[in-house]
C-alpha cells in the first residue's frame, strides 16, 4: 500500500470515528500512525540512496526534492489522523451542526487528495492551482466552528475537543495545499506564488 493510500484511508477513517459508539476504531487509527511513519521513513531512505547513487539533475532532482515534501506532508497528516482519533477517546461529539462541518471538512480534503493524485498523474497545472484554491473552503468551516456562539451540550470541554479537531482538519487542508505546491514545482519546475 502507498503512502498516500494509507493517509486518505485514515483521514475517512478519523472523520467517521469522532461520532462512532466504538472506541475500537480510533485506537487502530492510532496503532496504525506507526506504519504510516515507517512509510515515510522508507521513502527518505531511499530518496537518500538515490540521491548518493544516481546523482540526479534538473528534472530528476526536482521530482526527488519534492518527493521528499510530499512523504514528509503526509506524515504530518496522518499525525493529525491520530490527533483525531484520540479525541475521541476522550469524547464522543454528538452536536449535528459541527458533525456535518467536520465531515465536510475531512470529505473535502480527500477529495483534494483524491484530485491531487490526478493531477500529478496527469500533469494539469490548472488544477493543481484549482486544489490550491479549495483549501480556503476547508479554513472557512474550521471558522463556522470557532465562531459557533454556543456550546455543545453546554459542556466546555468536548465544545474545546470539537474545536481541536477541526483545527487538525484545517491543518490536513495546510498540508495537501503544501503537497500541491511541491507538485506545481516538479510540473513546472517554478515555486507557486
Known amino acids: 500500500m502507498s503512502l498516500a493510500g494509507d493517509v486518505y484511508r485514515t483521514i475517512e477513517k478519523s472523520i467517521n470515528v469522532l461520532s462512532d459508539d466504538n472506541k475500537d476504531i480510533a485506537r487502530e487509527i492510532i496503532a496504525n500512525d506507526v506504519h504510516i511513519n515507517a512509510k515515510e521513513s522508507d521513502i527518505e531512505n531511499q530518496i537518500i540512496s538515490l540521491i548518493t547513487k544516481q546523482q540526479p539533475i ?7 526534492l519534492s518527493s521528499s515534501k510530499i512523504a514528509s506532508e503526509l506524515e504530518r497528516m496522518g499525525d493529525n489522523a491520530s490527533n483525531i482519533a484520540k479525541i475521541r477517546k476522550r469524547v464522543k461529539i454528538e452536536d449535528t451542526y459541527i458533525l456535518a462541518r467536520l465531515n465536510t471538512m475531512g470529505k473535502l480534503s480527500m477529495l483534494m487528495l ?29 471558522k463556522e466552528i470557532i465562531n459557533s456562539s454556543y456550546l455543545i451540550d453546554n459542556d466546555p470541554y468536548i465544545s474545546g475537543q470539537a474545536h481541536l ?19 506545481y514545482f516538479t510540473i513546472t519546475g517554478e515555486r507557486f506564488s
Open 58 to 64: 534538473a528534472t530528476d532532482l526536482r521530482m526527488i
Open 114 to 142: 483524491a484530485d491531487l493524485k490526478e493531477a500529478y498523474a496527469s500533469q494539469d497545472v490548472n488544477l493543481v492551482k484549482e486544489i490550491i484554491e479549495r483549501d480556503n473552503d476547508i479554513d472557512d468551516l474550521y
Open 165 to 183: 479537531a477541526g483545527r487538525y482538519l484545517e491543518r490536513i487542508g495546510d498540508h495537501i495545499t503544501n503537497i500541491a505546491e511541491s507538485v
